[in-house]
């Protein structure tokens, strides 16, 4: 029995932006917004104490934060966040592409952490709330959207290492244009060289800031190495391929089949991952989940057994990958183009999001 209260968009007590950008600033700031660059008039808060539980929930003007310089977030990382989006279909309604995937797994990282758990509810009714204030905020051009950032961290002024007895949900809303603007371009990737993005048991699993800090280094030296992104191996034994920094992988190969790496607590379990997945079967293809050695895979590759390269998750929905590179093997993914199969889903997950094609899986949710 779900005996927490009810809560509501209407909950959330707005006190309006009397600064909001005039329309046309709006437009002119959302004209190339670079990736989390460009924030919209105001965000979506709630305040959890261990005392009274969540509560004080308000849209208000996006403006810096009042923060303690003692808060745990600034110590110890005690922090958890999401990624979703807000699409405009044509009909002028904006959707939301399986926001209780977000919600669910929030609480979930939210338990590893030692943060309390927002309600699927109460996440939906912020993000309806901050929507409608900030509605003309979502982008109307082709592949753009509002990214939406939710975001728990410890608030409490303590620097005893424990879970912060203050918690402050709060919820951002950046507008992107689309992610490949010069048409999908495919990437290439760096194995990570003496670098792990996660552990058994460790944090790997959940969305949080720390998983991402623990990336950069690795990251820039895929960079330096003349590729895009990093693929990390598992801890253990160095061997079986993981996920990107922040993408699930996926290999097809030349029999049809589809294999992605198994979650086994150390890979981020993507919505997008579980939805090409879904996707994949109901189009009657076989999908495993297994471990795939990094070697298998640049065999594969070598040996025209595994066809195409891709990776996924909300920024991007779908990326190509036409190289995989190490210190030992530069190899190409096919011909180095983005595959059929890749292009596919990319194309049928796009259209269920902008409402161009039947929602037959009842993925999309109306917000406004
Ligand atoms: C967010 C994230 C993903 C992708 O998840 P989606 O729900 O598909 O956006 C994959 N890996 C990591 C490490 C992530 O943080």
Known sequence: MDESPTVTAADYTLTANSAAASAAERTRLMEAPAFGMVFTDHMARATWTIDGGWGNRRVEPFADLALHPG???????????????????????????????NARRMAASAARLGLPALSEQDFLASIEALLAVDGDWVPTEGESSLYLRPLLMGTEPCLGVRPSHEVEYLLMACPVGAYFSGGVRPVSIWVAQGFHRAGEGGTGQAKTGGNYAGSLLPQQQAQDNGC??????????????????????????????????????????????????ELLRAEGREVVERDISLEALREGISDGSVVELFACGTAAVITPIARLVSPDFDVLVGDGGPGTLTMHLRTVLTDIQYGRRDDQFGWMTQIA
């Open 228 to 277: 895009d992104q990093v693929l990390f191996l598992d801890a253990r034994e160095d061997k079986y391929i993981e996920e990107l920094g922040g993408m699930n992988v996926f290999a097809v190969r030349r029999d049809g089949t589809v294999w992605t790496p198994r979650v086994t607590g150390t890979i981020l379990e993507g919505v997008t991952r579980a939805s090409v997945i």
């Open 71 to 101: 808060a745990t977030v600034l110590h110890y990382s005690q922090q958890v966040f999401e990624g979703l989006k807000a699409y405009r279909w044509a009909d002028g309604s904006t959707r939301l592409f399986r926001p209780e995937g």
